[in-house]
């Protein structure tokens, strides 16, 4: 009778985690190049050496480029979203935090991916994924200052809070203005106290 050898579950599962962590190399090398110049900039070649495996590597693990940005690109983006799952809904002033640090981080990268994306199908998909989850954090967070589901002003009333929140404004204030982070907070914090203060009281 043939046994397996014992090692081999050993071997297995070492193989696994090797792999495991070279697909996290690959995907942590792309996000990092990602957050330092625009998309259509990077390359296979310095994918690769950031993650320090070779182009044949990535293509293994990734199929192309493409694929590896795209995998980098769908990982970052689940990331944002758990992290804005920590703002709790009506917490104006913890949701405006977690927003902030989302912009600073990756905001500027962010910016110049929306460049792309009448040229890059990754690109378009990801603006399109962003808009749609910024438009639902923002029902969910300020859900409490929102007309019930139904009403005409419902809308009307979420744009507002979409725009007072917007990644762009950011910019603006951040990048074009050059306002400090303290700064850019205020500014934000006035609007959104604008949309939930004691005027506008809880429908």
């Not at 981080?105 to 990754?122: S, Y």
């Not at 007309?147 to 009307?156: E, I, L, V």
Request: hydrophobic share 45%; with cysteine; glycine share 6%.
């Amino acid at each position: 009778m043939n046994y397996a050898s014992p090692s081999r579950p050993y071997r297995m599962v070492a193989r696994a985690a090797a792999t495991a962590r070279t697909e996290r190399a690959i995907l942590n090398a792309t996000v990092a190049l990602w957050r330092e110049r625009s998309l259509d900039e990077v390359t296979l070649e310095q994918i690769a050496e950031r993650a320090g495996v070779s182009a044949r590597t990535v293509i293994r693990r990734f199929g192309s480029r493409e694929g590896a940005i795209a995998a980098c690109l769908e990982s970052d983006m689940a990331g944002i979203e758990m992290e804005r799952e920590r703002a709790r809904e009506g917490d104006v002033a913890g949701a405006l935090e977690v927003l902030l640090a989302h912009y600073e981080k990756d905001g500027d990268a962010v910016l110049r991916t929306l460049l792309l994306e009448e040229k890059i199908p990754i690109a378009r998909a990801i603006a399109a994924r962003g808009r749609a989850a910024h438009r639902e954090w923002c029902a969910r967070v300020f859900g409490t200052f929102l007309p019930p589901p139904g009403d005409a002003a419902r809308d009307a009333r979420l744009d507002a809070f979409v725009a007072a929140t917007d990644l762009f404004l950011w910019k603006l204030l951040r990048r074009d203005l050059d306002r400090s982070q303290d700064e850019t907070r205020n500014v934000l914090a006035a609007l959104l106290e604008g949309l939930t203060g004691p005027n506008h009281p809880r429908p």
